[in-house]
């Protein structure tokens, strides 16, 4: 009897160690995404947005930009070159991961800056949606925003 009590208590321990060790690897996984989205906002505040988008995107990322899907690294840059912006500004309000810690997603609000055609500044601002994949490397890149 004793030994089937030992063998339970050691199950529960070990059963416990894991689950705690996977909360603190998923815990490090989303500050990671959190960190790569605030140097990517970081770097379109200071480089501009072109810059940052092709910087973060994976070569097989997607834009989806009113009813167009801009896809691929290639096409990202090409659609990114003519973008003027004032400012883009975004911060995520939610993140998750997967248990695997090779996906994540993030969601929040963005404010976009631009001037229209007769020169007056324009303030958009609307929700954002990006899905991120760790890369070889271990870096974050979006697949999807």
């Not at 973060?56 to 070159?81: H, P, S």
Request: glycine share 8%; proline share 1%; aromatic share 14%.
């Amino acid at each position: 009897m004793k030994q089937i009590i030992y063998a339970f208590v050691g199950t529960l321990l070990l059963v416990s160690c894991t689950s705690s060790t996977s909360e603190k690897a998923i815990e490090q996984w989303k500050q990671e995404i959190i960190d790569t989205e605030a140097a990517f906002a970081k770097m379109a505040k200071e480089q501009g947005m072109n810059k940052a988008f092709v910087a973060y995107a994976a070569d097989n990322a997607v834009l989806m930009r009113g009813n167009q899907l801009i896809k691929g690294k290639e096409a990202i840059t090409k659609f990114m070159e003519p973008q003027v912006s004032k400012g883009l500004a975004w911060k995520p309000d939610y993140v998750e991961v997967s248990a695997s810690g090779d996906f994540g997603y993030t969601y929040g609000y963005y404010t976009f800056t631009y001037q229209d055609s007769i020169g007056n500044d324009v303030e958009s601002k609307g929700v954002f949606h990006s899905v991120w994949k760790r890369q070889d490397d271990g870096s974050w890149k979006f697949v999807w925003d």
